[in-house]
């Protein structure tokens, strides 16, 4: 397949990818409840195969991750390469036993503007909860057969959309410490891996989703999770944004680690709609004057 046809996207463009029922249905849950929502993007041109390896030749190595897919749900740091490029590796899904992502696909301006469209629907839905919407970003994942994405978090408000084949995502509660520590979220806020520690006691507390082409499921803020592909390749992509509150929930998790080195005892940032203003106000404050680094 070549270059995807443009006026093709602007026409699918022209049509809401998230429907009327999709969009209150979020309304209902945004920010901190996931949620599977319906939409119509699984077709969508320049988010194929041939279409998806082109984009990687733009992209700089900084944005480009992949490694093997067997992995077990709990890692120690990132995994090895595969000995493949990454358009072998995005051409050849189906049996490379490869997860790739493409990541801030908004660089190259044509998937900039395909963000934009897509957050552009549910803008109004998403500013109404926790203000501005804030840095938006796109990630494509690519995934072989039965590939699993290991334990993590991340500090994006996310949709993610499910193009081709299916995955089952375990979702743990955000900010509950029984499912990644107060010290894991501030040590990520200072630098560290967003990959978390498993152990098989904590499958109990994850709640399953299941999603194929034309679904699309919330993650909340800093929600633990881990992902299992189903057994064909899969192509999902993540829309991404943040928000004060998100900001201010991160600067709060900074700010506790540099008190915990201290020897205090800080109390964990509130979830939404609880403010955590205060102590964003005070680690920005504190890294302007150098105190803190």
């Known amino acids: ?17 998230f429907g009327e029922d999709a969009r209150a249905r979020f309304a209902l849950n945004y920010p901190e409840t996931p949620h599977v929502l319906t939409h119509h993007l699984d077709l969508h041109a320049m988010l194929q ?13 900084s944005s480009i991750e992949f490694n093997r897919g067997d992995l077990p749900i709990g890692i120690d740091g990132k995994p090895g390469a595969t000995g493949r490029t990454i358009e072998e590796t995005i051409r050849h899904i189906a049996t490379s036993n490869s997860w790739a992502v493409l990541k801030n696909i908004e660089q190259v301006p044509a ?5 934009h469209s897509l957050l552009g629907e549910i803008r109004g ?3 109404a909860k926790t203000g501005a919407l804030m840095k938006p970003q796109g990630f494509v994942f690519i995934s ?8 993590h978090f991340d500090p994006e408000h996310n949709i993610l959309l499910q193009l081709a084949g299916s ?13 990644a520590a107060d010290t894991m979220h501030e040590s990520y806020h200072t630098g560290g891996a967003r990959e978390l520690v498993w152990t098989d006691d904590l499958a109990a507390g994850g709640r399953e989703f299941a999603i194929g082409p034309g679904e699309a499921l919330f993650v909340p803020v800093m929600a633990p999770h881990f992902v299992r592909n189903g057994p064909e390749s899969s192509i999902s992509l993540s829309i991404t944004w943040r928000s004060d509150w998100s900001f201010a929930e991160a ?18 940032p509130g979830r939404w709609p609880a403010s955590n203003r205060g102590k964003s106000i005070a680690y920005r404050a504190l890294r302007k004057l150098r105190i803190l680094r």
């Open 144 to 151: 072989s057969p039965n590939a699993v994405t290991p334990y």
């Open 167 to 179: 995955k089952t995502m375990t979702q743990f509660p955000a900010g509950d410490a029984r499912f």
């Open 49 to 61: 195969l041939d279409a998806l390896a082109e984009l990687a030749g733009q992209l700089p190595e």
């Open 251 to 268: 600067d709060a998790r900074a700010l506790n680690h540099h008190l915990r080195r201290f020897g205090l005892e800080p109390k964990a």
């Open 1 to 17: 397949m070549g270059a995807p046809n443009q006026f093709d996207v602007a026409q699918k463009r022209s049509l809401p990818v």
């Open 111 to 115: 998937y900039a503007d395909l963000l």
């Open 125 to 127: 839905e998403i500013e």
